[in-house]
């Protein structure tokens, strides 16, 4: 099956034209520290901007619950990705509340982590794991830092890939790992801000593969 797309860190109202016309199946919006944060006004602008069809992902690490059931129910995001230390208890608590799909964010860095830490968050309710860059990479998320897709660690839920993926390396880290869906930020951008271009050339690398 082909790999999913999702592309993240969306803050400006071209950005959504750009996906809106490449048409990914997902988008992100970073409720987190970052250089790509953005607030719960400017989401809900740029959400409404948004193709039906197009999924909005809210990205928080270790964000009050509160926070994130408040966006599900404004109907601001559809899907809630946890990058930080969330717990399976949290994950219980947001599916119960929020009612909706949840991505728990793991990074890949030295770390072994056993089976039964994947089967715990399975069994709290989460879809989808994603992997990501470990702290190598410095910072939680949108580090564009490739980790070693050999680590990626077997668990009971299809996942996203993440870290360092661009046009260049998109056709083999898919064909290596068959993720569920590829995750892309840094990849996308010229000058810290999102390239239509480069949207639309790893959309379509991707839907070639
Ligand atoms: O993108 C951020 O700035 C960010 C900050 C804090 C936590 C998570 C963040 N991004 C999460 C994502 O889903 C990114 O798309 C993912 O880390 C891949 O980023 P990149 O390596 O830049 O493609």
Redesign the pocket.
């Known amino acids: 099956m082909k790999s999913k797309i999702?592309i993240?860190?969306l803050t400006r109202e071209c950005d959504i034209d750009y996906v809106n016309e490449a048409g990914p199946e997902y988008l992100?919006f970073?409720f987190?520290?970052?250089?790509?944060q953005i607030d719960e006004a400017g989401a809900a602008r740029l959400k409404s901007r948004t193709k039906s069809g197009i999924a909005a992902v809210g990205?928080f690490?270790n964000a009050p619950a509160e926070q994130v059931i408040r966006l599900m129910e404004n109907g601001i995001i559809d899907i809630v990705?946890l990058?930080g230390q969330e717990t399976p208890s949290y994950v219980e608590e947001i599916k119960r509340r929020a009612n909706g799909p949840v991505i728990k964010?793991i990074r890949v860095g030295e770390e072994e982590y056993p089976s039964a830490f994947f089967e715990e968050y399975a069994n709290a309710g989460a879809d989808y794991f994603?992997f990501?860059?470990g702290t190598s990479g410095g910072?939680?998320?949108?580090?564009?830092?490739v980790f070693d897709w050999n680590r990626i660690p077997k668990t009971p839920l299809p996942y996203f890939l993440?870290?360092?993926?661009h046009a260049k390396n998109i056709g083999t880290a898919i064909s290596h790992a068959q993720p569920y869906a590829v995750?892309?930020?840094?990849?996308v951008e010229t000058n810290g801000v999102k390239d239509r271009d480069k949207i639309l050339e790893i959309i379509r690398r991707v839907r070639d593969v």
């Open positions: 999702k993240c860190g992100g970073v987190a520290g970052s250089r790509r990205v690490v990705q990058h964010a994603l990501d860059s910072g939680y998320g949108g580090t564009g830092v993440a870290g360092g993926l995750d892309i930020s840094s990849g």
